[in-house]
């Protein structure tokens, strides 16, 4: 065989992997050599992409294309990236049909393709294909996938999706230049309006403030009470008062969607999303993992807000996972072969029986708990993650007037709350360019400055409540939340007192 000819049995065609929320490109590079028949694949390929090669003789075959007999080597390259699943059928398919000169290869340098490849040639959908659609508009590169994909990458703002339901289609394309049109999505950002409203919930008027409060500066928020007194009704609610979500962040949180393996759904686009993992959840489930790391619940919560019902009912090496993400917005998992980073910029909301009962401080007398079992209760949620949660409240039982109030007397409230929610939040993000509770701790006290009457308060308020300095940055930003609230530039005493009072919950946790 000649130079030339050694030349043109050698073709390259551009795939994505996936590694985390991240879609590394990888080069598929097909070499035709003579000899026995003979199919290598290299490049840490998993076992789904060994068995590759039957995929795609099936596919080439039986879509009229000729299999090219001898040696065929693909490399799959960075050769350190670890590649898995069915994507890779296609650029294999695709390179070996370049290579063997029925398919123009210089056609393939402006694309990139994803897809698993059926025996009949027909092309079947892989999900996660919306980190692989933003990383090749970035490369100014179309993306060829199946049909089923099409919409979830679509979500990529300008980005030329080629959707194809079988190879021929796509050779098709390749040889004309223009046969398939670029795909836009049918979805469209989905409305937040809450299908159950605050007016559901009887009484419980400063739970309901604390919940404006924890929506309008997006604040972690711990409610302590008897059972039936609201606290999972409380939580449902907030994401029908929180405000809706810029495209930028939709984006972020259905990359996340996209790799998590679960199926894209029209209709959530753009919603923010309510997590609420049984207590029985383990360490991996609520932050990733696994051997492909995948999001775990703090990942899929990621602008949106994660439940935590029955508290102390988590396995404490599993709470205290959250402890740095709660600080830096973000999970990392580390692996032998690889490391991930997740986003998990979520809001935490969790709610606990105030003993093991449940009946303490309910005006009956049948908790019959003693002080030590209590405490043992109370001390499966660390001081550590305690101090983590800007606001803690009790919500007691409902008066039984409020309760016997007919509920279509009751005027709906969701709406005008998340109205002020809104309002709020904007004046925050023209300020800080975020909400009050991811304000940097260096810009607390430019943002958050108090009158030094209020200096005095404030101190004496962390003698009492024994407060760490992280305790005294949220309760800063929870003050300026609810002056965000009031529309006022300045915080003043009324605003700090009720920062303090949301925070004074805390002493009666004490564990």
Known sequence: MDADSE??????????????????????????????PRWTVVGLPAAAVRESMDRVRGALMNSGFEFPSGRITVNLAPAD?????????????????????????????AHEFIGELALTGAMRAT???????????????????ARGDADEAALARNARVLPADSLR??????????????????????????????????????????????????????????????????ATRLPGILPPMSEAEALECATVMSISDQPFRHDQWGRRAFRAPHH????????????RPRPGEISLAHH?????????????????????????????????AHHCVFPAQFQLIAAMNPCPCGHLGDGTERCQCTPEQVQRYRRRVSGALLDRIDMQIEVPPVNQRELGAAPQQRMPES??????????????????????????????????????????????????????????????????????????????????????HFRSGERSFAI
């Open 81 to 109: 990236l670890p590649k898995a699943g069915g994507r890779f059928d296609l650029p294999i398919a695709v390179g070996i049909l370049a290579a063997s000169a029925q398919l123009p290869a210089a056609a393939l340098a």
């Open 127 to 145: 999900g996660g294909v919306l980190p692989a659609a933003l990383a090749a508009r970035n490369c100014g590169r179309a993306l060829m996938l």
């Open 7 to 36: 030349t043109k049995s050698l073709a390259v065609a551009f795939a994505r992997a996936c590694l985390g929320i991240e879609a590394p490109l990888v080069s598929v590079e097909v070499h035709l050599t003579g000899g026995l």
């Open 280 to 291: 029985s959840a383990s360490g991996v489930a609520l932050v990733g993992g696994g051997s």
């Open 169 to 234: 289609e796509v050779c098709r394309h390749l040889t004309s230049g223009n046969a398939i049109a670029t795909h836009v999505t049918r979805a469209s950002m989905a409305s937040d309006a809450p299908g159950a409203d605050l007016s559901d919930i009887a009484g419980q008027y400063h739970a309901k403030r604390a919940l404006e409060v924890a929506a309008a500066g997006a604040h972690n928020l711990l409610m302590v009470g008897p059972p039936g007194t609201g606290k999972t009704m409380l």
């Open 415 to 500: 709406a005008l709350v998340r109205v002020r929610v809104e309002q709020a939040r904007k004046r925050q993000l023209r300020r800080n360019g975020c909400p009050n509770q991811h304000l940097p701790a260096r810009d607390v006290e430019q943002h958050c400055r108090l009158r030094e009457t209020d200096c005095q308060l404030l101190i004496t308020a962390m003698e009492q409540l024994h407060l760490s300095a992280r305790g005294r940055h949220r309760v800063l930003r929870v003050a300026r939340t609810i002056a965000d609230l009031a529309g006022t530039q300045t915080i003043e005493t009324a605003h700090l007192s009720e920062a303090l």
């Open 304 to 336: 949106g807000v994660l439940f935590l019902d029955e508290l102390p009912e988590f396995d404490r090496r599993v709470l205290e996972v959250l402890r740095e993400p709660l600080e830096s917005g973000v999970v990392s998992i580390a692996r032998a």
